[in-house]
């Protein structure tokens, strides 16, 4: 069983920034490409920033020079430093990991949210 935990969301005024963390734990071989993901209400779930073993990246335009993706394998754990949020940024954020259970066997795996809100 594979659990993954978020944590770091809260109200921030325009401007200021967050960071969020999320560590995954349970029966894992290893993990591949691991991620965060926002929806807004009223709005698709969209891809923020994704982050493989090796350290590539890549981010929504929309966050491109704003946040930044990163990741400990050791810890299992990966980040996302948000600066300059905007009132646009709010949303619940979730984070995603695509799990090894075995060396056969692959899984997606969520979190449950974090709630990230930004005031103007």
């Known amino acids: 069983q594979v659990q993954v935990v978020e944590s770091g969301g809260g109200l921030v005024q325009a401007g200021g920034s967050l960071k969020l963390s999320c560590v995954v734990s349970?029966?894992?071989?290893?993990?591949?490409?691991m991620g965060w993901y926002r929806q807004a209400p009223g709005k698709q779930r969209e891809l923020v920033a994704g982050?493989?073993?090796?350290?590539?990246?890549n981010y929504a335009d929309s966050v491109k020079g704003r946040i930044s993706i990163s990741r400990d394998n050791a810890k299992k754990t990966v980040y996302l430093q948000m600066n300059s949020l905007k009132p646009e940024d709010t949303a619940v954020y979730y984070c995603?990991?695509?799990?090894?259970?075995?060396?056969?066997?692959?899984?997606?795996?969520w979190g449950q949210g974090t709630q990230v809100t930004v005031s103007s």
């Open positions: 349970g029966s894992i071989f290893a993990i591949n490409v």
């Open positions: 995603y990991a695509d799990v090894r259970v075995t060396m056969f066997r692959r899984g997606d795996y």
């Open positions: 982050i493989t073993v090796g350290g590539n990246t």
